[in-house]
């Protein structure tokens, strides 16, 4: 005795969802590659902007000393002998501001 085999026929929408479903397992692996590529480049972007942001940083503290230093009474005094001036601490008057 034979044993018959049927042909299960596939409808149109179970051929397009097996189709998907191959389409997808073969891509999947592309976009993850794609991302973790992705992400990796912004990390070193970011990384190397908090390098910059440090350096300024840096930069600004060091300007802030210099015009601390520039600011000084003494460097003011200093600067105004040199152009013939004197200090005269009665010709001072202190403006203070009220809240």
């Known amino acids: 005795m034979k044993k018959v085999k049927k042909k299960v026929k596939m409808s149109k929408f179970e051929k397009l969802l097996y189709s998907f479903a191959v389409i997808l397992l073969l891509i999947s692996p592309i976009c993850i590659v794609f991302s973790k590529a ?15 942001i440090e ?34 601490n009665s010709n001072i008057k202190s403006v203070v501001e009220d809240n």
């Open 38 to 52: 992705t992400l990796s480049k912004i990390n070193f972007e970011v990384e190397k902007q908090k390098k910059e």
């Open 55 to 88: 350096k300024q940083k840096k930069t600004n503290e060091s300007l802030e000393m210099t015009i601390d230093e520039l600011a000084s009474l003494t460097k003011i005094q200093e600067v105004a002998e040199e152009q013939g001036l004197s200090y005269n």
